[in-house]
């Protein structure tokens, strides 16, 4: 079987258009890694973990002197994911999230005076979903998955200036709904390919803060409280399998994400759709882990 160019492709321009970003960002959203679950039937069932980081923080050599870390700039967490086919069409999952992210700037875009600032983000999220799964032709070769869900969670940040001492904090808690249509490529019982162009819709609530009004119109918060953002978070995963042990398969993921779409319109175009640069998601993550599937070598 071909592995499909083109989703690939997509993807690919949309990580690279994504990419360019200007000083002193304030991010709101951290992309969860892709729970694919290769179902064929009633029963199957799978537990996973993985590790999530840019790729810079996965592969760059980290310096064990403890003002060396605090130099460098971090986005990674973890995931662990649940999934269980309730019938032979009908499947249920369940996820939760942990990030810790850090930017580091030459200035502080909130007091002149200082030559550096540093922004900490902490996230979690459990996410619960259900949906159904199938086969796509008699070959059975290919699957479709259509998966609605919703994830709770919680972000707390921290912003300080140096070296006059400047200590900002923002916190909220989050809803963040998304519909997850994905095509699974079986190519052998020991590699398959999930694709999956995911659309979500955050909603936010209880915010606190000690940012002034001024300094969240500066940064860009103020566009945050009651109003929900929407993010395309296209994603691939691909699953390794090892001879004589179908139940267990090694993960590497490629999480995508796009800045919160908004919309606009005047009277002589119709409504388009661009990217809000007011506020960011982080736009992309590289996920390594295992998943387990207990009744993989027992199927019918």
């Known amino acids: ?13 949309i990580f690279f258009l994504a990419s360019c970003s200007s000083t002193n960002p304030r991010y709101i959203h951290n992309p969860a890694v892709y729970n694919a679950s290769f179902f064929r039937q009633q029963g199957d069932l799978k537990l996973s973990g993985a590790f999530a980081a840019n790729p810079n923080n996965l592969f760059s050599d980290m310096d064990p002197d403890s003002s060396s870390k605090d130099k460098m700039d971090k986005n990674l967490g973890f995931d662990v994911q649940a999934a269980v086919a309730v019938t032979d069409h009908f499947m249920i999952q369940v996820a939760g999230m942990r990030r810790f992210e850090k930017d580091r700037f030459n200035d502080d875009d909130l007091l002149d005076a200082n030559g550096s600032s540093k922004i900490n983000y902490t996230r979690s999220m459990i996410d619960v979903g259900a949906g159904f799964y199938t086969a796509m032709g ?64 955050m909603t936010n609530s209880n915010i606190k803060t000690n940012y002034t009004e001024d300094e969240q119109a500066r940064v ?38 796009t800045n919160p779409l908004s919309s606009k319109s005047n009277e002589d175009a119709p409504p388009t759709v661009y990217e809000n640069r007011d506020l960011r998601s982080r736009k992309f993550l590289l996920s390594l882990g295992l998943s387990f599937y207990p009744f993989e070598g027992k199927r019918k």
């Not at 945050?224 to 993960?251: I, R, T």
């Open 138 to 201: 008699a070959s059975q070769k290919v699957y479709f998955n259509g998966i609605f869900g919703a994830g709770f969670g919680s972000s707390k940040s921290t912003d300080k200036g140096s070296p006059t001492e400047r200590n900002r904090y923002y916190d909220y808690n989050f809803v963040k709904y998304h519909i997850t249509p994905s095509f699974n490529f079986f190519f052998s019982d020991n590699a398959r390919l999930s694709v999956a162009p995911q659309f979500s819709l």
């Open 1 to 13: 079987m071909r592995i499909p160019f083109y989703p690939i492709a997509a993807i690919c321009v």
């Open 220 to 257: 860009g918060y103020n566009t945050l409280p009651n109003k929900s953002k929407v993010f395309f978070e296209p994603s691939l995963l691909f699953q390794a399998g090892f001879p004589n042990v179908s139940w267990m398969k090694f993960d590497v993921g490629m999480n995508f994400a």
